[in-house]
């Protein structure tokens, strides 16, 4: 369907694309104090830009609560980008050091530990140790 529409082709390596995406969900979850850090950091931003974009004061106080949940939903969904970027490097790095067959293989072996270590994680902080 895109070759009707564009005149060019293109392919997407979908093993690549897999592999990144489980070792980006790896690295997200086990980095999660990380990624918190990086939502809280984005929904400043996307705050403080916002604000900037308003010249009276009224005007701005009338819809900002509206306006503060949805930025703080944009940097939930952008904290994801970093975690990507590192995860492709990481399957990258993968794929080179043991083979084309070892990326995805290694990105759930790398969820799953993740895992369970934010489980085990959330149950100490839960019980108060």
Same mark, same amino acid.
């Given at each position: 369907?895109?070759t009707?529409?564009?005149? /060019?082709s ?9 592999? *990144?995406s489980?070792?980006s !969900?790896a690295?997200?979850?086990? +980095?999660s104090s ?6 809280h ?5 996307f705050?403080?830009a916002?604000r900037s974009l308003y010249?009276?004061q009224s005007? /701005?106080?009338?819809t900002?609560?509206a306006?503060?949940?949805?930025? *703080?939903?944009?940097?939930s !969904?952008?904290?994801?980008?970093? +975690?990507l970027v ?11 050091s ?5 990326g995805?293989?290694?990105g759930?072996l790398a969820c799953?530990g993740s895992?369970?270590?934010e ?11």
């Open positions: 369907m895109l009707e529409i564009l005149p /060019f293109f392919e997407l390596d979908t093993i690549a694309i897999a592999g *990144a489980l070792w !969900l690295l997200y979850l086990g +980095f990380a990624s918190e850090w990086v939502i950091q984005l929904n400043r931003w705050n403080f916002e010249t009276s005007e /701005f106080e009338k900002r609560k306006r503060e949940s949805q930025n *703080a939903f944009y940097a !969904l952008f904290s994801i980008v970093p +975690f590192i995860g492709a490097l990481f399957n990258w790095g993968v794929e080179i043991l083979g084309p067959s070892w995805i293989s290694m759930i799953i895992g369970v270590y489980l085990g994680r959330r149950d100490g902080e839960s019980s108060g140790e």
